[in-house]
């Protein structure tokens, strides 16, 4: 064992004990995981049209907002005997609308007892009768919803990401470690995970159908998403939470909240994290949050392998969410495409839909709903999955290129999982929050 990975699992071990998130965990796993940086095997999904019948499943959902309530409704089409049954959400209004939804679209009726507000409203689902329970908050508040979901023993599916800064991901990481001992299933909200016609396409690059991967690139390059205006009657806590795309302590800022897609692609792809990352950005439009505008890293994994992403969110630019891998004997768009040297097409995934629109309404199954089929599937059938250390992984992924950004240093892998980098208040109090709102300026900003 080198000086260096010594070091870090001692400090990781040191500094997730003092936070009071590590119990009898299997640590030589964890870091036998972080050190190991090739992937032997991919456990693929079942790809079911629906879940398998069995005893009834409760669920309850703690974040109500859009994806909150989107999520709800993919689980309700997740099979036969499913039921949500508790909400939880920081404000009245988020819950009262994602209970309106679920009795307008699924014809369910949540009790009122059983519908929880207020920052530590999750407290109280947790003492629910539940099965599973689905985490979509701001990403800020993963690793705590995570810990408590686990501690009260309830299987878990966690939208993406699951931190916004490296203390959140080891706390997801020891936490992923207690639910695979105690069997539970973990399902991630990365879709491409989720969906046929990439899993089609990763099977091939597996086999070799591109030959030895030598680099790639990706592109979350979109129009602005959208932003809250402060109210007078809003605290500033109250004012964040519902601007929290446009803050990086809840967020993580966009290419750790929505670019993580291409990076967990990417990871998924090559079989491996990045060793570290050199980037930069730059705010120009945002007006209000303290998050940049646009991103553009080189990642580097083992053997030399260069990875550029790029992603921005900006309106009437030229926009583009997309991936390339480049391989010794061909290349792949890695959704459905295998490509010779010379750019001829050498395979495509046979979609079994060919109606208009976009490639997931080719699909027998949308993968929003195949993640909620494979997770009560894998809870039917005993055979648990657990998905929340790959996402970890991409979640960190993103988190070092962002710091890379943000100070203009190269930053490693070692240093991120070294790293004592916290985003947010000490504690959440309806009032003013105390935490820096200044934006990062490359080559003054420190974060590591």
């Not at 089409?77 to 819950?95: C, K």
């Not at 936490?175 to 973990?186: I, N």
Request: net charge neutral; glycine share 8%; proline share 5%.
């Amino acid at each position: 064992m080198n000086k260096s990975y010594e070091q870090s699992r001692r400090k990781f071990i040191r500094n997730a004990t003092a936070a009071g998130i590590i119990g009898a965990v299997g640590l030589n796993s964890i870091f036998t995981s972080c050190k190991s940086r090739k992937q032997k095997k991919y456990d693929f999904p079942p790809m079911l049209p629906q879940a398998p019948d069995g005893p009834l499943l409760k669920a309850g959902v703690v974040g109500c907002g859009y994806r909150g309530t989107g999520a709800a409704i993919n689980f309700l089409n997740s099979g036969p005997n499913v039921e949500i049954t508790a909400l939880a959400d920081v404000f009245q209004d988020r819950v009262d609308e994602c209970r309106k939804q679920i009795k307008e679209k699924k014809e369910l009726e949540i009790p009122a007892d059983k519908c929880f507000v207020g920052i530590n409203s999750f407290e109280k689902l947790m003492e629910c009768d539940l099965d599973i329970v689905i985490l979509a908050t701001p990403p800020h508040f993963r690793p705590q919803h995570f810990e408590a979901c686990v501690k009260a023993q309830k299987h878990v599916f966690m939208e993406k990401p699951i931190a916004v800064d490296p203390v959140g991901v080891r706390s997801v990481m020891v936490t992923a470690e207690k639910a695979k001992m105690l069997g539970l299933s973990v399902v991630a909200g990365t879709i491409k995970r989720h969906q046929q016609d990439y899993i089609e396409t990763f099977k091939q690059v597996s086999k070799g159908s591109i030959g030895e991967i030598v680099s790639a690139n990706s592109y979350y390059n979109v129009g602005k998403l959208w932003h809250r205006n402060p109210r007078a009657n809003w605290s500033e806590l109250e004012n964040m939470i519902r601007n929290w795309v446009n803050w990086c302590w809840l967020s993580g800022d966009h290419i750790v909240e929505q670019h993580v897609h291409n990076l967990d692609t990417m990871n998924w792809f090559v079989g491996q994290h990045p060793l570290k990352a050199l980037g930069f950005g730059a705010r120009q439009q945002r007006i209000t949050g303290d998050q940049y505008d646009m991103f553009s890293v080189d990642f580097v994994y083992d053997n030399n392998i260069h990875y550029h992403s790029m992603c921005r969110q900006i309106n009437d630019c030229a926009n583009s969410v997309s991936d390339r891998i480049q391989g010794t004997e061909g290349s792949t768009n890695c959704e459905n495409t295998i490509f010779n040297l010379d750019g001829s097409i050498k395979w495509t995934f046979k979609y079994p839909n060919q109606s208009d629109g976009n490639n997931i309404s080719r699909l027998n199954t949308n993968p929003y709903d195949q993640e909620h089929i494979d997770l009560v599937t894998a809870i039917r059938t005993q055979n648990p999955i657990n998905e929340a250390f790959q996402i970890a992984e991409s979640t960190l992924t993103g988190i070092m290129g962002r710091v890379s950004a943000y100070t203009g240093k190269e930053v490693s892998w070692e240093e991120m999982m070294n790293s004592d980098l916290y985003l947010g208040p000490q504690t959440y109090v309806i009032g003013p929050v105390d935490i820096s709102k200044a934006i990062p300026k490359p080559g003054k900003t420190v974060m590591i």
